[in-house]
T-cell receptor
Framework: DGGITQSPKYLFRKEGQNVTLSCEQN?????MYWYRQDPGQGLRLIYY???????QKGDIAEGYSVSREKKESFPLTVTSAQKNPTAFYLC??????????????FGPGTRLTVL | AQSVAQPEDQVNVAEGNPLTVKCTYS??????LFWYVQYPNRGLQFLLK????DNLVKGSYGFEAEFNKSQTSFHLKKPSALVSDSALYFC??????????????WGLGTSLAVNP
């Protein structure tokens, strides 16, 4: 099956802990994205990457970090500096670098809850 | 600045009736416009997009959208709603001349409820 996988589906974190959310795609897409979704706020871009070993901050990057060591993988770490991390996190990918007419394809999401 | 508005938080329609979910946008230059659907606790699914050409765009699951440049709108429509269409719908826009700004700008979403 081709597509984007995210794991885990549900994640619980204690305050002060870092957690890493996994995102893998086998679509051979160049660009990958991380979004945060909160009720009534739509999607907000955290980070995006257009090529291996390169990534750019989105609108709400504070308290988050990413890496892009492989084309197919774009993990997101939610650090203890993120003051309100409870949210639904969505990973997406699109085929080509810099082609913002390209469709973004989404994974199933990870729901993170801070206890 | 680019922006997109979905003026209705919720739309209610009876099964079998036509449905419309509204979207208006503001961009500099030519827009790229997208509609996505999200079912509870799931990722977003692509429905359709307008890049150029015919103003009426047909997409998945019988949905279509009409690009209206003068009204800067891109409303999503379906001739006959199904209960299974009940979901959260997102409109998004990007601009052809956005330069290094490769982001999509997302609306806040419209919750569609189709009543049996």
């Amino acid at each position: 099956d081709g597509g984007i996988t995210q794991s885990p589906k549900y994640l619980f974190r204690k305050e002060g802990q870092n957690v890493t959310l996994s995102c893998e795609q086998n679509l051979n897409h160049d660009a990958m994205y991380w979004y945060r979704q909160d009720p009534g706020q739509g999607l907000r871009l955290i980070y995006y990457s257009q090529i291996v070993n390169d990534f750019q901050k989105g609108d709400i990057a504070e308290g988050y970090s990413v890496s892009r060591e492989k084309k197919e993988s774009f993990p997101l770490t939610v650090t203890s500096a993120q003051k309100n991390p409870t949210a639904f996190y969505l990973c997406a990918s699109s085929p080509r670098i810099g082609h913002f007419a390209d469709t973004q394809y989404f994974g199933p999401g990870t729901r993170l809850t801070v206890l | 600045a680019q922006s997109v508005a979905q003026p209705e938080d919720q739309v209610n329609v009876a099964e079998g009736n036509p449905l419309t979910v509204k979207c208006t946008y503001s961009v500099s230059g030519n827009p790229y416009l997208f509609w996505y659907v999200q079912y509870p606790n799931r990722g977003l699914q692509f429905l359709l997009k307008y890049i150029t050409g015919d103003n009426l765009v047909k997409g998945s699951y019988g949905f279509e959208a009409e690009f209206n440049k003068s009204q800067t709108s891109f409303h999503l429509k379906k001739p006959s709603a199904l209960v299974s269409d009940s979901a959260l719908y997102f409109c998004a826009v990007s601009a052809a001349n956005a330069g290094n700004n490769r982001k999509l700008i997302w609306g806040l979403g419209t919750s569609l409820a189709v009543n049996p």
